[in-house]
């Protein structure tokens, strides 16, 4: 069944989809047209699952299950990205590079591959404190504390490391 996102408990899973790019306004409502089309049909086993959908900053697709109800199956959780796929197909994005990072400067995001932002720490146009998106968080709880992180606090922790500090 398709709920709120906003109401959906704090223990709710959560898979993150990053686009390798911000969406046009347009894309946006396509994103939310697909996804409300295809989430009143997830199910697990044959059981309704408890779902929602969140897109924040237009570039980042939340999907979230209740699983206190029932859990997410591998084979749901198959359909689910079959139909991420699809979106990101039909919009001509890649929602599946875990190798972009994406982080924050002025309240706007900047996506980039993983030397591209090696570069940017060596320019100190990114610093230690520069916000990075965590995509690993699992829970939609951890959406507030968790996955906009300092980037010292993320695996890209080592790309500020100095000799001296070895």
């Known amino acids: 069944m398709l709920i709120d996102f906003n109401k959906l408990p704090d223990t709710s899973r959560i898979w993150i989809y990053q686009a390798n790019r911000t969406l046009t306004r347009d894309?946006?409502?396509?994103?939310?047209?697909?996804m409300n089309a295809f989430l009143p049909t997830w199910k697990s086993h044959g059981e309704e699952i408890n779902v929602s959908m969140n897109l924040a900053y237009n570039q980042f697709l939340v999907l979230a299950v209740d699983e206190s109800l029932t859990g997410a199956s591998g084979c749901s959780i198959d359909?689910?990205?079959?139909?991420?796929?699809?979106?990101?197909?039909?919009l001509n994005v890649d929602f599946f590079?875990?190798?972009?990072?994406?982080?924050?400067?002025?309240?706007?995001?900047?996506?980039?591959?993983?030397?591209k932002f090696k570069e940017l720490v060596v320019r100190k146009e990114v610093t230690e404190n520069t916000l990075v998106f965590n995509n690993m968080?699992?829970?939609k709880g951890?959406?507030?504390k968790?996955?906009?992180?300092?980037?010292?606090?993320?695996?890209?922790?080592k790309y500020f490391k100095t000799e001296s500090s070895i």
């Open 137 to 139: 968080i699992t829970k």
């Open 146 to 157: 968790q996955w906009i992180i300092p980037a010292k606090d993320s695996w890209l922790c």
């Open 97 to 115: 590079n875990k190798l972009n990072i994406a982080y924050l400067q002025e309240d706007k995001v900047y996506t980039v591959s993983v030397p």
């Open 79 to 90: 359909s689910s990205v079959r139909a991420v796929s699809a979106l990101g197909q039909l």
């Open 27 to 34: 894309e946006v409502q396509q994103v939310k047209s697909h």
């Open 142 to 144: 951890d959406l507030e």
